[in-house]
């Protein structure tokens, strides 16, 4: 009988029960926002970077690629590499910069950590006197 319910309840154009992919998705999952929105200022800041290495001749790296046969592989590479860094900068940053979830029962906040004290050092050890007698062996 339950599953002559489950059936029953069913409507496949309810819009609660639209597909998870696509740009409606994104419009209405705030975090996947957060994360394109910050994906992109990462990538616009990667494509100025890249910009003002090759602008400024940075290690010579400009040189370096227009002597190349194929300098699109090291702007490729460039940008590439540049893009994957800003970019998990940009949404990392955002991460950790999010409000902290106020679900929890601790008035107060935060993790307890122990504090770690040093320990205490001795004072510095002062030089006794010792009395020297001459050897035989010495000259």
Do not use: Y
């Not at 599953?3 to 999952?29: I, M, N, T, V, Y």
């Not at 975090?31 to 990462?42: C, E, F, H, K, Q």
């Not at 030089?127 to 000259?139: I, K, L």
Request: glycine share 6%.
């Amino acid at each position: 009988m339950s599953d002559d319910r489950r059936a029953r309840d069913f409507d496949p154009r309810h819009p609660d029960l639209a597909p998870a992919s696509g740009p409606r998705r994104l419009r209405d999952e705030p975090l996947l926002r957060l994360l394109a929105v910050n994906w992109l200022i990462g990538a616009g800041v990667a494509a100025a970077l890249a910009a003002v290495v090759l602008v400024t001749d940075t290690a010579h790296l400009r040189t370096l690629m227009m002597a190349s046969s194929e300098p699109w592989i090291g702007l490729i590479l460039l940008v590439f590499g540049f893009m994957v860094t800003m970019c998990s900068v940009a949404m990392g940053t955002a991460i950790m910069m999010l409000p902290r979830d106020d679900d929890d029962d601790d008035k107060h906040g935060g993790s307890k950590l122990e504090v770690l004290t040093l320990p205490q050092i001795a004072p510095p050890m002062t030089p006794a006197p010792v009395r020297v007698t001459p050897s035989r062996h010495r000259r």
